[in-house]
Nanobody
Framework: QLQLVESGGGLVQPGGSLRLSCAAS????????IGWFRQAPGKEREGVSC???????NYADSVKGRFTISRDNAKNTVHLQMTRLKPEDTAVYFC???????????????????WGQGTQVTVSS
């Protein structure tokens, strides 16, 4: 049973940085597309970034150039490095795993069947 646990959220000032982590148990994470999503109060959940089993990466336009997704296979973890944070980045961030293994291309429209509990990111002065 795949279980995902996010960590690394917190309160940061505008312009600051945070690194989110998505740790897995139960399966080898690098077999699956992993996506990061976020949901702000009163807004729909949106895709932020994803990485495929072959290393293909995708980013929402709003975070391109500021966020970087990466894998740490030794720790069975996916990271989301967030820099130059803005107040509009404030949200609960979730990681999710695709239903199917070994998919080479990632999009936010895949069937993400496994979700973590989320971690709060607040960008405020």
């Amino acid at each position: 049973q795949l279980q995902l646990v996010e960590s690394g959220g917190g309160l940061v000032q505008p312009g600051g940085s945070l690194r989110l982590s998505c740790a897995a148990s139960g399966v080898t994470l690098n077999r699956y597309i992993i996506g990061w999503f976020r949901q702000a109060p009163g807004k729909e959940r949106e895709g932020v970034s994803c990485i495929s089993s072959s290393g293909d990466k995708n980013y929402a336009d709003s975070v391109k150039g500021r966020f970087t997704i990466s894998r740490d296979n030794a720790k069975n973890t996916v990271h989301l490095q967030m820099t130059r944070l803005k107040p509009e980045d404030t949200a609960v961030y979730f990681c999710a795993a695709d239903r199917d293994p070994y998919m080479p291309i990632c999009t936010f429209l895949r069937s993400y069947d496994h979700w973590g509990q989320g971690t709060q990111v607040t960008v405020s002065s």
